[in-house]
């Protein structure tokens, strides 16, 4: 089974500062990872697919990146809702056996 | 508007079953893939089971094999998840969710649709 580690697990910024996710991979996923954001009270959403790929309505300011076992998450302005937190997911390809999510890493006010 | 809308969780005691029931609409139910996916109470998301748009070809985690059947019912747009054998470790909000779809996979576990989710509590 592939595992995912996200780091750091707690970021503290501010609004307006730049944040970058890590995902690392046991083994190598290709480029089939997502990016999913999670507030309280609230089912997952759906940022990036195919580790680069913005999903349907997210803001550019969204950005995913890396192939292999290393992916980056990047949110270039942080504005007030994306205070949340952030979960990475690979698939198998073939076949489709199933997916996996990572620990996740919650971004918090500073 | 897709909408998903789960259903059937409830108190359960170790050992025993629950079926969970997810009633789609806003999309043509029988060309996407469908997966239930599960959250601990304060923990991450866990992968359960995934279906095809047929229903020919189903997969599952290795936690709940040969234990929780997946299903679906095109008919009635309706995905099903039989869980028996419950644990105490399965204490979980199910959410159904809708695979994101592609030329490419036939399940791509991408999800793009989520229900709000329904509790399951496993204890005596």
Known sequence: EIVLTQSPATLSLSPGERATLSC?????????LAWY??????APRLLIYDASNRA??????????GSGTDFTLTISS???????VYYCQQRSN??????????????DIK | EV?????????????????????ASGFTFSSYAMSWVRQAPGKGLEWVSAISG??????????????????????????????????????AVYYCAKDRGSGSCSICYYFDYWGQGTLVTVSS
């Open chain 1, 24 to 32: 690392r991979a046991s083994q190598s996923v290709s480029s089939y």
């Open chain 1, 78 to 84: 942080l504005e007030p809702e994306d205070f949340a």
């Open chain 2, 54 to 91: 047929s229903g020919g070809s189903t997969y599952y985690a290795d936690s709940v094999k040969g234990r929780f059947t997946i299903s679906r019912d095109n008919s009635k747009n309706t995905l099903y998840l039989q869980m028996n054998s419950l644990r105490a470790e399965d204490t």
């Open chain 2, 3 to 23: 909408q998903l809308l789960e259903s059937g969780g409830g108190l359960v005691q170790p050992g025993g079953s629950l079926r969970l029931s997810c009633a």
């Open chain 1, 56 to 65: 349907t309505g997210i803001p550019a300011r969204f950005s995913g990146s």
């Open chain 1, 94 to 107: 073939w076949p489709p056996l199933g997916s996996t999510f990572g620990p996740g890493t919650k971004v």
């Open chain 1, 37 to 42: 954001q999670q507030k309280p009270g609230q």
